[in-house]
């Protein structure tokens, strides 16, 4: 009972120093992957980069301890930190205080969705998500994550638009027209020591090498050069009045905002009376309408101002009392001499400060990360954003379990391990509810950390605790030294990390499994990559397309019309060309008879009863019929009265023992006859065949010709 509440008492058997020392090792090795990656994961999330680190520091550790597998990785990951931005964007401004809130809520419903799901043994729950879907959807959401971290390579700052591909050709139309180089120089310098590295030697920390060097670059060249400036440093008169602009846009869309929220709670005050005036409701929801078209129209106000804002580059000038002055690029007075950096204006969301307007002269860097591990606290629970949020949750706990369980079981194949995935569901759910108490984002298993535990010997959980441990000593001690860490840096530790989740052979391996789970991969990978970021319609369409397919299947099963083939095998007369008897039919019908397909194969013997008039008995293969309901039952009777009234024999073999049991209670059985039923398919054809050529009228003895006795080629002007 102990092992079953705490597997990980199971590390200790037979632990020895060896081991210990063996899994510090590979925990070391993991965290120094780990430090970076969660960071770049959290700005990916849409959060402030330490969060990584606090998503870092207790998930680890708990799904270590009450997972089932000894080297699973778990903490931040590309698809899920994804999810988590195009799930909040909605909702709140990225980075905010409301939207760190809810990724922390989000964390908190991910885990008890998961942890219900283990407990409740239902991880079965995860085959919803079939292979191809997961592959069209993982694939686009790879190039999705991928490029979305153009803006940061380049330098650029723009407005996210309605779809993905939009903010895309932003991002590129900005990069055109102005890219700060040693933003890209940091991100080239970046990617050519990882992948250097990676193939120099695979055991080496690449992506921790590439950070420290990096960050030491950055601090000792002034990679970032940001200032506070009053407005009245800004020399331009058109540029400050641009400012004041953008500032009036701002105080507008919070007073709009404002209104609707009163006017959304007036509402929902009024629906709640029993008998409210449906004419005053009417009114107020025209009014909002109004509101909501005056909030669009003021968004795409602010979002023009802000852009010719962000376009504008300045030089700087030092002033006569030292100060300096920032003149438009252009704009510079003759023989004045300026100190040669491109200076750009910090824009954001939000109404700028004029006396502390935030001007950059250098590239992005981390910036100030707070010293310390995160306070226990419970996540805020409010039920209104609960509601909003349990669609994606349940997407999110899915998907995240899925490439979980896909990592954990690949590793069991290697090392012998038993993995119990309602065991792994419980520690994912842990890692999720105890981590959003310390304030951490939702997080699931990493392909990429895994591999690096597996590679570096790890035994047991024990190399996820050190882990852990370690990212608790970084938080306490280090964070200083990521200050300087260029936020270019961190974008391409992502691109790298995404690159082998695009899988091209996986759309082909579909195609050749099966055209539909081809088809229906390609098209949750358009569907994902057009939609974004509403991601989880690629999930959804993939979902129904797949329901979609198998409903169909089900309702037009494969029944087939058997004969004798060149080895002595009954096969089907269609697929290898054979002949046909015509006073017997031998029909296999393969899957569960129910009343979506009952009618599909009454269809089916009526075409061979029309395209046989000289059809003397009709057998049925029940060896593929797994399940019988009512409906199916009822209609297999009729279809044998209708049978026996044309003067057909209706026989059937091979019947399973539970279709059997249906028909007895049913009275199936007694109405067919046990003389009809037959244990063995060839045993069945021989006494039909010798009944039926015992008849008056029919060839006397056995049927030496017959293609359910020899085997006969089709031939298209006569059958037997």
Same mark, same amino acid.
């Given at each position: 009972?102990?092992?079953?509440?705490?597997?990980?008492?199971?590390?200790?058997?037979?632990?020895?120093?060896?081991?210990?020392?063996?899994?510090?090792?590979?925990?070391?090795?993991?965290?120094?992957?780990?430090?970076?990656?969660?960071?770049?994961?959290?700005?990916?999330?849409?959060?402030?980069?330490?969060?990584?680190?606090?998503?870092?520091?207790?998930?680890?550790?708990?799904?270590?301890?009450?997972?089932?597998?000894?080297?699973?990785?778990?903490?931040?990951?590309?698809?899920?930190?994804?999810?988590?931005?195009?799930?909040?964007?909605?909702?709140?401004?990225?980075?905010?205080?409301?939207?760190?809130?809810?990724?922390?809520?989000?964390?908190?419903?991910?885990?008890?969705?998961?942890?219900?799901?283990?407990?409740?043994?239902?991880?079965?729950?995860?085959?919803?998500?079939?292979?191809?879907?997961?592959?069209?959807?993982?694939?686009?959401?790879?190039?999705?994550?991928?490029?979305?971290?153009?803006?940061?390579?380049?330098?650029?700052?723009?407005?996210?638009?309605?779809?993905?591909?939009?903010?895309?050709?932003?991002?590129?139309?900005?990069?055109?027209?102005?890219?700060?180089?040693?933003?890209?120089?940091?991100?080239?310098?970046?990617?050519?020591?990882?992948?250097?590295?990676?193939?120099?030697?695979?055991?080496?920390?690449?992506?921790?090498?590439?950070?420290?060097?990096?960050?030491?670059?950055?601090?000792?060249?002034?990679?970032?050069?940001?200032?506070?400036?009053?407005?009245?440093?800004?020399?331009?008169?058109?540029?400050?009045?641009?400012?004041?602009?953008?500032?009036?846009?701002?105080?507008?869309?919070?007073?709009?905002?404002?209104?609707?929220?009163?006017?959304?709670?007036?509402?929902?005050?009024?629906?709640?009376?029993?008998?409210?005036?449906?004419?005053?409701?009417?009114?107020?929801?025209?009014?909002?309408?109004?509101?909501?078209?005056?909030?669009?129209?003021?968004?795409?106000?602010?979002?023009?101002?802000?852009?010719?804002?962000?376009?504008?580059?300045?030089?700087?000038?030092?002033?006569?009392?030292?100060?300096?002055?920032?003149?438009?690029?252009?704009?510079?007075?003759?023989?004045?001499?300026?100190?040669?950096?491109?200076?750009?204006?910090?824009?954001?969301?939000?109404?700028?400060?004029?006396? @502390?307007?935030? *001007?950059? $002269?250098?590239?992005? +860097?981390?910036? %100030?990360?707070?010293?310390? &591990?995160?306070? /226990?606290?419970?996540?805020?629970?409010?039920?209104?954003?609960?509601?909003?949020?349990?669609?994606?949750?349940?997407?999110?706990?899915?998907?995240?379990?899925?490439?979980?369980?896909?990592?954990?079981?690949?590793?069991?194949?290697?090392?012998?391990?038993?993995?119990?995935?309602?065991?792994?569901?419980?520690?994912?759910?842990?890692?999720?509810?105890?981590?959003?108490?310390?304030?951490?984002?939702?997080?699931?298993?990493?392909?990429?950390?895994?591999?690096?535990?597996?590679? @570096?010997?790890? *035994?047991? $959980?024990?190399?996820? +605790?050190?882990? %852990?441990?370690?990212?608790? &000593?970084?938080? /306490?001690?280090?964070?200083?030294?990521?200050?300087?860490?260029?936020?270019?840096?961190?974008?391409?530790?992502?691109?790298?990390?995404?690159?082998?989740?695009?899988?091209?052979?996986?759309?082909?391996?579909?195609?050749?499994?099966?055209?539909?789970?081809?088809?229906?991969?390609?098209?949750?990978?358009?569907?994902?990559?057009?939609?974004?970021?509403?991601?989880?319609?690629?999930?959804?369409?993939?979902?129904?397309?797949?329901?979609?397919?198998?409903?169909?299947?089900?309702?037009?099963?494969?029944?087939?019309?058997?004969?004798?083939?060149?080895?002595?095998?009954?096969?089907?007369?269609?697929?290898?060309?054979?002949?046909?008897?015509?006073?017997?039919?031998?029909?296999?019908?393969?899957?569960?008879?129910?009343?979506?397909?009952?009618?599909?194969?009454?269809?089916?013997?009526?075409?061979?009863?029309?395209?046989?008039?000289?059809?003397?008995?009709?057998?049925?293969?029940?060896?593929?019929?797994?399940?019988?309901?009512?409906?199916?039952?009822?209609?297999?009777?009729?279809?044998?009265?209708?049978?026996?009234?044309?003067?057909?024999?209706?026989?059937?073999?091979?019947?399973?023992?539970?279709?059997?049991?249906?028909?007895?209670?049913?009275?199936?059985?007694?109405?067919?006859?046990?003389?009809?039923?037959?244990?063995?398919?060839?045993?069945?054809?021989?006494?039909?065949?010798?009944?039926?050529?015992?008849?008056?009228?029919?060839?006397?003895?056995?049927?030496?010709?017959?293609?359910?006795?020899?085997?006969?080629?089709?031939?298209?002007?006569?059958?037997?």
């Amino acid at each position: 009972m102990l092992v079953k509440i705490f597997p990980f008492l199971l590390w200790f058997k037979g632990y020895k120093k060896q081991t210990l020392r063996v899994d510090f090792i590979s925990g070391l090795t993991v965290a120094m992957v780990l430090i970076p990656q969660s960071m770049a994961y959290a700005q990916l999330a849409g959060l402030p980069p330490y969060y990584g680190l606090y998503a870092a520091f207790l998930p680890p550790l708990i799904a270590a301890l009450f997972g089932s597998s000894n080297q699973l990785a778990t903490g931040p990951v590309a698809i899920v930190s994804l999810m988590t931005a195009a799930t909040l964007e909605p909702l709140a401004t990225m980075g905010g205080e409301m939207f760190i809130a809810y990724a922390v809520l989000l964390a908190f419903m991910v885990g008890v969705f998961q942890f219900l799901l283990g407990i409740l043994r239902l991880g079965l729950v995860i085959n919803f998500l079939s292979h191809p879907v997961v592959n069209g959807f993982t694939t686009a959401a790879a190039i999705i994550i991928a490029s979305s971290q153009l803006s940061n390579v380049f330098g650029v700052s723009v407005d996210k638009a309605d779809y993905h591909y939009q903010t895309i050709i932003r991002v590129i139309q900005s990069a055109f027209d102005y890219s700060h180089l040693p933003t890209i120089g940091m991100a080239i310098l970046a990617i050519v020591i990882m992948v250097g590295l990676r193939r120099l030697n695979q055991k080496l920390p690449n992506v921790l090498i590439a950070v420290v060097v990096t960050t030491v670059l950055s601090w000792a060249v002034g990679f970032h050069n940001d200032k506070r400036i009053s407005i009245d440093d800004l020399a331009s008169p058109a540029v400050r009045e641009m400012v004041r602009d953008f500032n009036g846009t701002q105080v507008d869309y919070i007073r709009l905002s404002d209104a609707r929220a009163d006017l959304n709670e007036i509402i929902d005050k009024l629906q709640k009376q029993k008998n409210y005036n449906g004419m005053e409701l009417i009114a107020l929801e025209n009014e909002l309408a109004v509101l909501n078209f005056q909030l669009k129209e003021n968004k795409h106000q602010a979002h023009l101002v802000r852009s010719k804002l962000r376009d504008l580059h300045f030089s700087a000038v030092t002033s006569q009392n030292n100060g300096l002055i920032f003149y438009s690029h252009n704009g510079v007075p003759v023989g004045v001499e300026a100190d040669g950096r491109p200076w750009r204006l910090k824009i954001s969301n939000k109404p700028l400060d004029e006396n @502390s307007l935030l *001007i950059m $002269g250098g590239g992005s +860097v981390v910036g %100030s990360i707070p010293e310390g &591990i995160p306070r /226990l606290s419970m996540p805020i629970i409010d039920f209104e954003i609960v509601s909003r949020l349990l669609t994606y949750a349940i997407i999110i706990s899915l998907l995240g379990f899925m490439e979980a369980i896909a990592i954990a079981k690949a590793m069991a194949a290697k090392t012998g391990q038993k993995l119990n995935v309602n065991q792994e569901l419980i520690g994912q759910g842990l890692a999720n509810i105890i981590g959003s108490f310390g304030s951490s984002y939702p997080v699931s298993g990493s392909f990429s950390r895994s591999a690096v535990n597996l590679q @570096s010997g790890a *035994i047991t $959980g024990m190399s996820n +605790v050190f882990s %852990s441990l370690v990212v608790m &000593i970084t938080l /306490l001690f280090f964070t200083p030294l990521l200050y300087h860490l260029p936020q270019a840096v961190l974008a391409c530790v992502i691109m790298l990390a995404v690159i082998g989740l695009i899988n091209i052979k996986g759309f082909v391996h579909a195609w050749k499994a099966k055209q539909s789970d081809g088809v229906i991969s390609v098209i949750s990978f358009l569907v994902t990559l057009g939609m974004a970021p509403n991601l989880e319609l690629g999930i959804m369409v993939g979902v129904v397309l797949s329901l979609g397919v198998f409903l169909f299947q089900r309702m037009r099963p494969k029944v087939s019309r058997l004969s004798m083939d060149s080895v002595g095998v009954l096969r089907c007369v269609d697929s290898h060309n054979l002949g046909s008897c015509r006073h017997i039919a031998v029909l296999r019908f393969d899957g569960i008879l129910f009343f979506v397909n009952s009618s599909f194969l009454d269809e089916e013997v009526f075409r061979i009863r029309s395209s046989s008039p000289d059809l003397r008995c009709l057998l049925l293969v029940a060896e593929g019929i797994n399940g019988l309901d009512s409906s199916a039952e009822d209609a297999l009777s009729l279809l044998v009265d209708r049978i026996r009234s044309s003067g057909v024999r209706f026989t059937m073999s091979r019947v399973k023992d539970s279709v059997r049991q249906v028909m007895e209670r049913t009275g199936l059985l007694e109405k067919i006859g046990e003389e009809n039923i037959y244990d063995s398919t060839e045993a069945a054809i021989q006494d039909i065949s010798s009944r039926i050529h015992a008849e008056p009228g029919q060839e006397k003895g056995a049927c030496r010709g017959c293609p359910l006795l020899t085997y006969v080629p089709r031939v298209e002007t006569a059958e037997n």
